[in-house]
């Protein structure tokens, strides 16, 4: 089971994603645990995942996420404004597998 973390300023602009995350990867056949959280929560929740994926809107907190991801051993990076935009699950799913080595 994969564990995806995303964040953004309230955790409510990355739910559509989150959704649309989750059919890709049931279209793939794969087990994943997707959720999203406000910029406050992300810290704590980084322990739960395998990997933190940042709103695009927030890529300023990246540097101050770092330093956690590192201390816990997750990979993170911001999600491509265009997928974004487009709620493009698919792509946002691929990016975090990538990530993660899969």
């Not at 994969?2 to 793939?28: F, P, R, Y």
């Amino acid at each position: 089971m994969k564990n995806i973390l995303l964040a953004c300023s309230a955790g409510m602009s990355t739910s559509l994603l989150v959704s649309k995350m989750k059919e890709a990867a049931e279209e793939k056949g794969m087990e994943v645990n997707i959720w999203a959280v406000s910029q406050d929560k992300a810290p704590s929740e980084m322990e739960k995942a395998d990997v933190l994926l940042i709103g695009p809107q927030m890529r300023f907190m990246k540097a101050k996420f770092s330093k956690t991801a590192e201390e816990v051993g997750i990979p993170l990076d911001v999600i491509d404004p265009v997928a974004y935009g487009r709620v493009d699950g698919e792509a946002v799913l691929n990016k975090a597998l990538e990530l993660m080595g899969e």
